[in-house]
């Protein structure tokens, strides 16, 4: 059954994130996806994340689907103009790629191209739309296509620190799925109760809300996310766990399959986040039970 038939069926979907190579080396990426085959539903492949230049969504999103893998691939406005945009999208379409994730586009200050000039020739919202134009058979400019794609679209809410920057987060989230997004991906879920707090004021988004699982490959990330990113929330109590494990490496795929476990009945999903850990993708979703 395909991504977008589970969503319409309210079933449990389990997506990982694997990135393109910084180079046209694809072995480990296409090994990482035929090992996956047949225990999650999709692969997310973000384009040139944090800036960094890499292999583009669209070639790596052909592969997995060449794997037998079903492709979700993130569309941003930061690098192209509508014109690319809407051609990359169609060739997606031809290509296989049925689904999309308009995600935020993460500033240039830190890319490893920092001369690069940001296009945003479109706003997150206005890319919605223009997605959802497209399946309708029309371009931004209002010309007919010769045959029109039919595509799912998500959005992605930001790490929030308050309540106040979640009602931001949510709102600016809803406009994204007035305009046509299907589903949305949350940041990483370390604390379980306020992830569960931050699904009754979700619930009323009215389409399926997937967390990100992040796998803590080490004491020293888990230390630096919670000093560097307060959005995060991860707990003292969860550092010391990590802190006292005779396995650092083990706990974290513990921590991580248990919190899918957890968030199985509360949400319609789980992304998983490795960061170059794919291939311990099969243990972390093993601890799940999935």
């Known amino acids: 059954m395909s991504f977008q038939k589970r969503l319409l069926a309210h ?45 583009s969504a669209l070639a790596g999103g052909v592969l997995m689907q060449q794997q037998g893998v079903e492709a979700i691939i993130h569309v941003y406005c930061r690098d192209r103009n509508r014109m690319a945009l809407q051609g990359d999208i169609l060739a997606a379409h031809v290509l296989g790629i049925q689904n999309l994730i308009v995600v935020h586009s993460e500033d240039m200050s830190q890319s490893d191209h920092i001369e690069a000039k940001p296009v945003y020739d479109l706003t997150e919202v206005g890319l919605v739309e223009v997605i959802q134009s497209l399946n309708k058979g029309k371009d ?32 600016a989230a809803r406009k994204k799925i007035a305009a046509g997004c299907s589903f949305v991906i949350t940041p990483p879920v370390f604390d379980l109760d306020r992830f569960i707090t931050f699904m009754e004021k979700a619930k009323g988004l009215g389409v399926p809300v997937i967390p990100t699982i992040f796998l803590i490959k080490s004491l020293a990330i888990a230390q630096y996310i919670a000093n560097s990113e307060p959005g995060a929330h991860i707990s003292d109590e969860l550092i010391r766990r990590i802190r006292k494990s005779p396995n650092r490496d083990t706990e974290g795929i513990r921590i991580a399959g248990e919190t899918i476990a957890a968030v199985k009945n509360i949400a319609q999903g789980v992304m998983i986040q490795t960061l170059g850990w794919e291939h311990r993708l099969p243990s972390i979703l093993d601890v799940a039970g999935l």
């Open 11 to 55: 079933e449990f979907v389990v997506l990982a994130e694997m990135h393109t190579p910084k180079g046209v080396n694809i072995s480990r990426l296409v090994t990482d996806a035929r090992r996956m085959k047949g225990r999650i539903d999709a692969i997310v492949v973000p384009d040139m994340d944090n800036g960094i230049m890499r292999m």
């Open 140 to 171: 931004m400019g209002g010309f007919d296509l010769d045959g029109a794609p039919s595509l799912t679209t998500g959005c992605t809410i930001a790490s929030y620190e308050d309540d106040r920057a979640l009602d931001v987060e949510l709102d």
